[in-house]
T-cell receptor
Framework: DVKVTQSSRYLVKRTGEKVFLECVQD?????MFWYRQDPGLGLRLIYF???????EKGDIPEGYSVSREKKERFSLILESASTNQTSMYLC????????????FGDGTRLSIL | SQQGEEDPQALSIQEGENATMNCSYK?????LQWYRQNSGRGLVHLIL?????REKHSGRLRVTLDTSKKSSSLLITASRAADTASYFC???????????FGTGTRLQVTL
């Protein structure tokens, strides 16, 4: 079974801090994704990566950046955290072909105070 | 941007009953997928139906796809309390490896 591991289940940070969310997958998947999930809005794609050192913006990239130095690890960075970034963050991975099922981690519930 | 819209937003049924939830989308797709999310957890892939398929079964799950109406339905037969979760449809438009998720249906199955 594919395992996608997010480094923290719950995280509390202060406004203005630089925040790192880490995600690791163990199935050699080419694609990795970061979403945020908010009530009534469903999942919205922040960034995705289809290969090491490659990244593409999703629907809501503002205020975020990503890093993928190794195939198994995809990091989401909040450069200067703001209260409107309080949310559930979900990481996922999939094989490289189009339309493959995505495998999700359990999420990080991030609160910015 | 939201591609899929689930209907209803919330559904409450008793154990043993069938649950039907619907998904509508806007653009042409290669395939449509359904996912389940238990409270406080990540999403789990349930089933994938390709654009050239009309119906697919997996255990107690039955998915239909009508590309002319740009809609899909997920039927869960003989529901159990453990089916209580949120269910999301996701579409693949074939332009990249990404999926576009709907806003989900919250299903409550009571004893």
């Amino acid at each position: 079974d594919v395992k996608v591991t997010q480094s923290s289940r719950y995280l509390v940070k202060r406004t203005g801090e630089k925040v790192f969310l880490e995600c690791v997958q163990d199935m050699d998947h080419e694609n990795m994704f970061w979403y945020r999930q908010d009530p009534g809005l469903g999942l919205r794609l922040i960034y995705f990566s289809y290969d090491v050192k490659m990244k593409e913006k999703g629907d809501i990239p503002e205020g975020y950046s990503v890093s993928r130095e190794k195939k198994e690890r995809f990091s989401l960075i909040l450069e200067s955290a703001s209260t409107n970034q309080t949310s559930m963050y979900l990481c996922a991975s999939s094989l490289g072909q189009y339309g493959q099922p995505q495998h999700f981690g359990d999420g990080t519930r991030l609160s910015i105070l | 941007s939201q591609q899929g819209e689930e209907d209803p937003q919330a559904l409450s049924i008793q154990e043993g009953e069938n649950a039907t939830m619907n998904c509508s989308y806007k653009t042409s797709i290669n395939n449509l997928q359904w996912y389940r999310q238990n409270s406080g957890r990540g999403l789990v892939h349930l089933i994938l139906i390709r654009s050239n398929e009309r119906e697919k079964h997996s255990g107690r799950l039955r998915v239909t796809l009508d590309t002319s109406k740009k809609s899909s339905s997920l039927l869960i037969t003989a529901s159990r309390a453990a089916d209580t979760a949120s269910y999301f449809c996701a579409t693949d438009a074939g332009t990249a490896s990404k999926l576009t998720f709907g806003t989900g249906t919250r299903l409550q199955v009571t004893l």
